[in-house]
């Protein structure tokens, strides 16, 4: 006696004629399904076609589900029936939260969560939400399909208290665990400048304060992290900062080696590399790079010298880039 749970031996789908997959006579590549899955998506193209909306369906659809998180076309009439039959959309949260968690980088579950959010409509729930995604991003902190989804429920439902407020400290904690986490980053700065002024972030001049001095210890804590660097050129560009401002920082991390403990000006504002940073930091040496070549003039041969220097020593894996830049630079300067 075969194992497998069929529909077509199942006495509650006998009034359904299974639609089979057209493949063409002889297919040039069949997919090899299991006979559970082709069982039941012949079910799923009848009933698809008959539009029916049932709780059946929506047995059949969680089936598929399962076997292959990807099918868009069950999600889509998954939710379809659960309108219809007026169910209970927390409770298909919960249903689908092992799923999330299983099947995280499948767009298609995230989607389904947010056409659930949006019907229901609560920040109740909208707030539920952001804690299930806490324990999601401690599965992998960095998948954009669960990052994307929190920032459109801070987005679509955008209260500050009751969400937003949160938010900041939370990416805060993640860097804190890993200082490299380039979604964390990304995150900081949907929350600080892309997504408005967050309640407490009026005076925007101390908030421009306050991230490049966060940015600055991160990157002095991890000098070779190209995640702080990028966020740090980031709030610079998005407040229109120009970059000169920060060269007495930068200077030191294109160094050879970081100065002598007893050579050590203590500056709050500008850290120092430790003493085992791993010198000169390449993204620092392109940061001074720019600086000197918007000086332009005389400026614009030093940038040409270090990016000769990143293109056959430092950042060889770049160097078709570092030529560009400089026949670039030489092309206007002459």
Not at 67 to 85: D, F, S, V
Not at 174 to 183: E, K, P
Not at 234 to 241: I, P, R, S
Request: net charge negative; charged share 30%.
């Amino acid at each position: 006696m075969s194992d497998l749970e069929l529909l077509a031996d199942d006495p509650e789908w006998a009034d359904v004629t299974p639609i089979r997959q057209y493949e063409n006579v002889n297919p040039i590549a069949p997919i090899f399904y299991s006979e559970e899955y082709k069982d039941a998506t012949d079910y799923f193209r009848a009933v698809v076609k008959s539009g029916e909306t049932s709780p059946r369906v929506l047995k059949l659809t969680e089936k598929i589900i399962r076997m292959n998180p990807a099918h868009y076309t069950a999600w889509q009439h998954r939710y379809k029936t659960l309108i219809a039959l007026q169910s209970d959309l927390e409770e298909e949260l919960r249903l689908m939260d092992d799923i999330a968690k299983q099947f995280l980088k499948t767009y298609q579950v995230w989607h389904h969560r947010r056409l659930l959010l949006t019907a229901i409509n609560s920040v109740d729930v909208a707030q539920l939400e952001l804690e299930f995604l806490k324990d999601v991003l401690e599965v992998d902190t960095k998948n954009y399909h669960t990052w994307s989804y929190r920032q459109w429920i801070l987005a679509h439902f955008n209260k500050e208290a009751r969400l937003w407020a949160g938010e900041r400290p939370y990416a805060e904690a993640l860097l804190d665990a890993d200082v490299r986490n380039n979604s964390a980053w990304h995150h900081r700065f949907f929350v600080v400048f892309s997504s408005g002024v967050r309640l407490g972030d009026e005076d925007r001049e101390q908030v421009l304060r306050r991230e490049l001095s966060y940015a600055k210890e991160k990157i002095a804590l991890a000098p070779n992290n190209p995640s702080a660097w990028n966020y740090l050129r980031g709030v610079l560009e998005f407040t229109k900062t120009p970059f000169e401002t920060l060269a007495s920082f930068v200077l030191p991390y294109t160094a050879s080696k970081p100065p002598a403990p007893e050579d050590e000006v203590v500056d709050l504002d500008n850290p120092l590399p430790s003493q085992d940073a791993e010198l000169p930091c390449v993204a620092a040496l392109e940061f001074l790079a720019d600086v000197y070549e918007k000086r332009g003039g005389d400026e614009t041969e030093k940038a040409v010298e270090i990016w000769r220097t990143l293109a056959n020593e430092k950042d060889i894996i770049r160097k078709k880039y570092w030529e560009y830049r400089i026949r670039d630079a030489l092309g206007k300067a002459s």
